[in-house]
């Protein structure tokens, strides 16, 4: 019965059917005392061991000797309480493969529907990254294209390439009559101007300032003109306000004069506008500031871990995407946090020790640097233990600081 996984205790029913063949046990009773493994593992195992040497044969001869029970027990001690039953494993193997073949062969539309229906492990942002990494094309808000959901459109139709179109939805302070009057307003005609948006939609100032700092309304004008779209919308704000007021508003020809020249923010800017406005970036990652400085200090990028050896020194960064703390048998809290750097999720375990040193940066700071060793789990799974952290903002504050002396 355990030819199914080559010899390797995987299943609850594996313990079962173990259990009943050397102690001599209804499936049910084996089931209880399976459960008490989960507790305790030691607790069951002076009944094993007497039952077991118990079991004879027709003629009277031992079914298993002392030999064979020691390397039972070794068996099931080991497996401990970190198995499942045959069914959950099923249950869960079914939606990897499909995910799998999903994310294969239509990359665009199962990101999209992460996207979508947040299943909630990790931030939407690390599914973003994720989906960069992929070459999935992560399109900007437009307010004559996006909606309140993510699209998938077809970015190079010769290529067959398709991209994501962010949706409204993720615009940080965005009600639902403004996102309800922006679709709305465009369903007999798109919007022509940003004057015209600002009339028609009526969005509140700040969301109308967001939407510009993200270049959602950057369709509306010719060129590359972010920062004076940003200016305009500042002066429009403040001098008009939307139909339905006529105080202080004003022509609209006047409404339609951008200025000219003004210096459109920096590649920082925008990621910095990206996330406060949308909690993700679009084209960028948020260490990317901070790259010249990681270089110097030697950090591996997370994709890279895979290659080096157990117990290998190594110093990571990221922002932190998950932390846990789960129960653990010994009673001692062990902290797991996950670090997005661009690249992938490093994957940090802070033991007692480590979290002495850490001290409030484990549970406080987003922007880490951790210094410890890698743990191989497997030909592909590897994490980092942890001896140290520190706040990636105060080191960057005192290299730049060296630097400069």
């Known amino acids: 019965f355990l030819q199914d996984s080559y010899g390797v205790v995987i299943y609850h029913e594996h313990v079962l059917r173990i259990l009943h063949d050397c102690m001599g046990i209804e499936l049910a009773d ?59 494993g099923a249950a869960f193997a079914l939606p990897t493969y499909q995910s799998a073949w999903l994310k294969t062969h239509y990359p665009a539309e199962f990101m999209a529907g992460l996207f979508e229906h947040d299943p909630g492990m990790y931030p939407r942002r690390l599914l973003m990254a994720e989906a960069r990494r992929m070459g999935v094309p992560l399109l900007p808000l437009d307010v004559n294209v996006s909606t309140d959901s993510y699209v998938v459109e077809w970015t190079d139709a010769a290529a067959r390439t398709r991209g994501i179109r962010l949706a409204f939805r993720d615009v940080h302070g965005i009600t639902q009559a403004e996102l309800r009057r922006i679709i709305d307003e465009r369903t007999d005609e798109p919007y022509e101007s940003i004057a015209d948006f600002y009339t028609r939609a009526r969005p509140s100032r700040p969301l109308i ?19 004076d779209v940003i200016a305009y919308v500042r002066q429009l704000t403040a001098k008009h306000r939307p139909k339905g007021d006529s ?57 890279q871990l895979v290659d080096l050896r157990g117990g290998s020194e190594v110093i990571v960064a990221g922002i932190r995407v998950a932390t846990q703390t789960p129960p653990m048998r010994s ?3 062990v902290v797991f946090i996950s670090f997005d750097d661009g690249h992938g999720v490093a994957d940090c375990t802070f033991f007692e020790d480590a979290q002495q040193r850490v001290g409030p940066l484990l549970f406080g700071t987003k922007l ?15 994490s980092v233990q942890a001896d140290n952290a520190f706040d990636l903002k105060q080191l960057w504050a005192q290299w730049r600081e060296s630097r400069a002396a």
């Open 30 to 88: 084996a089931d209880e005392l399976r459960r008490r493994m989960e507790r305790d593992v030691d607790s069951i195992e002076d009944a094993f061991r007497t039952r077991t040497a118990q079991r004879v044969d027709e003629r009277g001869r031992r079914l298993f000797t002392d030999r064979e029970i020691d390397r039972i027990w070794t068996t099931l001690r080991g497996f401990g309480s970190f198995g499942f039953c045959k069914a959950h």
């Open 331 to 333: 009673g001692k809290r």
């Open 368 to 382: 880490m640097v951790v210094h410890g060793r890698t743990r191989r789990t497997g030909a592909r799974g590897v």
């Open 247 to 303: 105080e202080n508003q004003l022509p609209l020809s006047r409404l339609d004069e951008l200025p000219t020249g003004t210096p459109s923010p920096s590649r920082d800017e925008q990621l910095a506008a990206q996330l406060d406005v949308l909690s993700s970036e679009l084209d960028g990652h948020v260490l990317d500031p901070y790259r010249e400085m990681l270089d110097e200090l030697g950090v591996t990028p997370a994709d």
């Open 209 to 227: 300032q967001r939407l510009a700092a993200v270049g959602a309304l950057d369709s509306l004008v010719t060129g590359d003109r972010r920062g």
